[in-house]
């Protein structure tokens, strides 16, 4: 009858034991997260003029999943953007309209113009559209690209006869020639049959002028641009921006006091939390604890009735 018992209670101690252990693995089992959709990236981003919003064209096809397009807030030149609005568009099987690209290429001459341009040029839109498009002639401009200067230097000679002697008071020290300021630089000296002297003066300066560096041919294209979309699906994510205020500038004195703790501060003392508040990794590091406590005690209790018996 003894044996009996203990067999008995064996086995309920280890089914309690077994029990627990099973509680405990599934409370301490965290819970499986959802999948996350694969990001979408923008076929093509426009801007307005004014920065004021920004659309992203995302064309996605059948197996896409549209959640993964960002709808997060973000900043970009000054501007803090905001999604408003999320379009969908069935984009047809083929896509066609009429385009129109300018071009611009450097010239070494004004006379060349349309001369460098072919007639004809192969073309593929931002957001994916191609086609070849036809010169427009009386688009054709040639406008300077800009100017250089450039310095030289001008020399002239002045002869001044008849001088009673060999002093340069009587020679000029600076002359214009040609429209260009000239200094004295050398003065030779002849001597003539009469006992006068004759005066050869040379003068130097510079003069800078301009000239074209080049010039720039502009000039349309236009024609039909089209592409073909295999079942894709047009999402246009529009996001109003605002602009962001420069940061306020700190002025002498307003340094906060360092009496004040600032609620903001990490090394601030916190209030004690609540213990239900706890983050879910401590409570299951505390349940195999408990369930080994719950053991032991159903243990002692087993050979106390045991041990009564006997």
């Not at 959709?37 to 093509?44: D, H, I, L």
């Not at 896509?95 to 341009?117: C, F, I, N, W, Y």
């Amino acid at each position: 009858m003894k044996r009996k018992t203990i067999t008995h209670a064996a086995r309920l101690l280890c089914v309690l034991a077994l029990a627990m252990s099973l509680t405990t693995a599934a409370f301490a089992a965290d819970p499986p997260e959802p999948a996350q959709p694969s990001p979408c990236y923008p076929t093509a981003v426009t801007r307005s003029e004014d920065g004021g919003e920004i659309r992203k064209m995302y064309d996605l096809g059948p197996e896409d999943d549209p959640a993964g397009i960002p709808r997060s807030d973000f900043e970009q030149e000054g501007y803090h953007y905001t999604l408003t609005d999320l379009l969908k568009q069935e984009l047809p099987a083929n896509e066609s309209r009429q385009h129109t690209e300018t071009v611009s290429v450097p010239s070494q001459s004004k006379d060349m113009g349309a001369a460098l341009l072919p007639q004809t040029k192969e073309f593929v839109t931002e957001d994916g559209l191609a086609g070849t498009l036809a010169l427009k002639l009386d688009t054709v401009k040639v406008e300077v690209a800009g100017y250089g200067s450039s310095t030289k230097s001008v020399t002239a000679t002045r002869t001044y006869p008849g001088l009673a002697d060999q002093d340069t008071q009587y020679i000029p020290k600076s002359i214009t020639d040609n429209g260009h300021s000239l200094t004295l630089q050398t003065v030779n000296w002849q001597t003539e049959g009469d006992g006068h002297f004759t005066a050869v003066a040379s003068y130097s300066g510079s003069a800078t002028s301009s000239y074209v560096k080049g010039y720039t041919v502009t000039a349309d294209y236009a024609g039909t641009v089209s592409r073909i979309n295999l079942n894709k699906i047009r999402y246009v994510a529009i996001f109003e921006g605002t602009a962001l205020e420069p940061a306020p500038t700190e002025k002498p004195g307003d340094t906060p006091s360092p009496d004040l703790t600032d609620p903001a501060d990490p090394t601030a003392p916190t209030e004690p939390s609540d213990p239900a508040d706890a983050p879910t990794g401590e409570k299951n590091s505390v349940l195999p604890v408990v369930a080994v406590v719950v053991v032991v005690l159903l243990g002692g209790g087993v050979f106390y009735f045991i041990k009564r018996r006997r």
